[in-house]
């Protein structure tokens, strides 16, 4: 009994304990038995209670730690980068898709103009072969034609030659030079190959016999370089960089650019600075009295210095009737009836340099204007030399 008495008090201690635990309630214990199993069972069920509370806690830990990972990246410290990641990423797929779309349309553009020459090219090619098989055709009907006169032709043309030979004394073709030609008292122009301008007695005609009388010459009879070949030429080195202005005047008063730059050469070595001994004023070597309205007062300006001497030679051709000697013999200070004691009179006076130059004719047209490298050197009066 005493024994009963003992599990009775032990049990009824334990019945308080687990009472006191709010939460023992909600176990669903098995009833209270003092069969050993059921007490058994009692404290299994205790004891799992108590490592389910162990784990609970951890996973509490578990949940504070995703919470702060939350709140990360609410605050935007991992996020911001994560977007500006995202933000980036975007911007240099839309620069590398522009840019395919750009080099695309480019090759695309390339492309077309490829296709228009190469279709260009072979519309050309066929209008080329249809022209060749229409000119074949037609050299064809007329080389049948032109055989049946070739007698006729060979008569017409002795016919003519004698005819021709009679008035070649009074013009030559245009650009040429002066071979065969003569004028009036001045005779035959003595061109040949290296003169094929004309001889120096006779662009000087009547400079030794009774005054200066010079046979009338049109521009387009004479042989001259094309303004290409000048400035291209090692002669009008010195023009080059200013070939600009000569073409803007040859535009303007219809002188060839050529012959701008031979005046140029000849008057001042194609040098914008120099002052004559007159003080005739840069490139052109223009009197101080052509100088109105130059930019800045500055005569030597070289658009404007051109463009004066150009105007000035212009307005002399025209007053001269188109005579080419007399209007550029006037350019040097040469007049109808000069001499040779008038020509040279400034070298007794104390002035050598202002002598009109004897071989001024000779070396335009047949140095200069041929684009001969030692033009300064030609001719045979040579009277500026004693001025050195």
Known sequence: MKFLSVVAAALAVVATTVSADPSVEALNLPAMSKHPLSMQRREAILNNRRAGMVTKRHSKGSKR?????????????????????????????????????????????????????????????????????????????????????????????????????????????????LFGFSSGSCGSSGANDQQPNGSQNFLNCGLTSGGWNPPKLNLDQLKILSGTQA?????????????????????????????????????????????????????????????????????????????????????????????????????????IGLTVQKATAARWQGNCYAQNNLDYLYQMLNGWFLGKENTYSMGTYKNLAACK
């Open 231 to 335: 400035a291209d030429s090692p002669v009008f080195a010195p023009c080059k960089n200013l070939l600009w202005a000569f073409q803007a005047a040859e535009k303007a008063h219809g002188v060839p650019a050529t012959v701008l730059m031979s005046f140029a050469m000849q008057e001042s070595t194609c040098n914008p600075d120099v002052t004559g001994g007159n003080g005739e004023q840069g490139l052109m070597q223009i009197t101080p009295d052509k100088c109105g309205g130059a930019p800045g007062g500055n005569c030597k300006d070289p658009w404007f210095n051109v463009d004066a001497g150009a105007k000035y030679f212009k307005n002399t051709l025209d007053s001269c009737g188109g005579n080419l000697l007399q209007a550029m013999g006037q350019y040097n200070g040469w007049t």
């Open 65 to 177: 730690s995703c919470k702060a990972k939350t709140a990360n990246a609410a605050s935007g410290k991992s996020g911001q980068a994560v977007v500006g990641s995202a933000k980036q990423n975007a911007q240099q797929s839309q620069v590398n898709t522009q840019s395919h779309t750009q080099a695309h349309a480019q090759a695309q553009a390339q492309s077309q103009s490829d296709s228009q020459s190469s279709s260009s090219s072979s519309a050309k090619a066929n209008a080329s072969s249809n022209s060749n098989s229409s000119s074949d055709s037609s050299a064809k009907a007329s080389s049948q034609s032109s055989a049946s006169s070739k007698s006729d032709a060979k008569s017409d043309s002795s016919a003519s030659s004698s005819s021709s030979s009679s008035s070649s004394s009074s013009s030559s073709a245009s650009g040429a030079g």
